[in-house]
């Protein structure tokens, strides 16, 4: 191997270290992704999402489909406050689970 190969053999395991690094720093920093669902039970099951958000260590955000509301809560389940709904419909959040890592192209 000659001096040139060893250098860009040493710069791409530099390249990877740092994304491996930068990787680990956004899956550490990352917010928990969340809807809110409202669900009224009458002779059938009715479900719906009447928002989407996301929560971090300091506060959550949330917008509404249609991007009519947007909310910055200090929680996540702050959210049900601001979800107007019919007497008996249930509000809940529901934690979106965090999605695979996408392959490489």
């Given amino acids: 191997m000659d001096e040139i190969d060893a250098e860009r053999e040493q710069h791409l395991a530099e390249q990877a270290a740092y994304q491996e690094r930068i990787e680990a720093l956004v899956r550490e920093q990352a917010p928990r992704l969340f809807a ?13 999402v009447a928002g989407w958000g ?7 955000y949330m917008v509404t489909p249609g991007a009519s509301n947007h909310l910055v809560l200090t929680e996540a389940e702050h959210a ?8 008996g419909a249930t509000k809940s959040i529901v934690w979106v689970a965090p999605a695979a890592p996408a392959a490489d192209w």
């Fill in 36 to 48: 809110a669902v409202v669900t009224k039970l009458d002779a059938t099951v009715d479900c719906r």
């Fill in 54 to 60: 996301m929560e971090f260590d300091d506060g959550a």
């Fill in 80 to 87: 049900l406050n601001y979800i107007r709904e019919a007497p």
